[in-house]
């Protein structure tokens, strides 16, 4: 899996309760396999984020 600047991402909970997040990638740090990605999400607040299991990719319209 390999996000670029602009992609949306859709993060599945994985505890009972646990909403879906999403956000928008706004820098990628690492390579394919170790990447890190910067993601300004929907509520406003930036984190670093490691893709794991129940992240889904759309890529930049």
Same mark, same amino acid.
Not at 53 to 60: A, C, L
């Given at each position: 899996?390999?996000?670029? &600047? #602009? *992609? ?17 990638? %706004?820098?990628? &740090? #690492? *390579? ?17 984020? %490691?893709?794991?299991? #129940? ?7």
């Amino acid at each position: 899996m390999e996000a670029h &600047e #602009g *992609d949306h991402l859709l993060v599945e909970g994985t505890k009972v309760g646990q909403g879906r997040r999403s956000g928008e990638v %706004v820098r990628t &740090e #690492g *390579d394919r396999d170790h990447q890190r990605l910067w993601v300004r999400w929907d509520d406003g607040h930036e984190s670093l984020f %490691v893709p794991g299991p #129940g992240v889904k990719i759309q890529p930049k319209k």
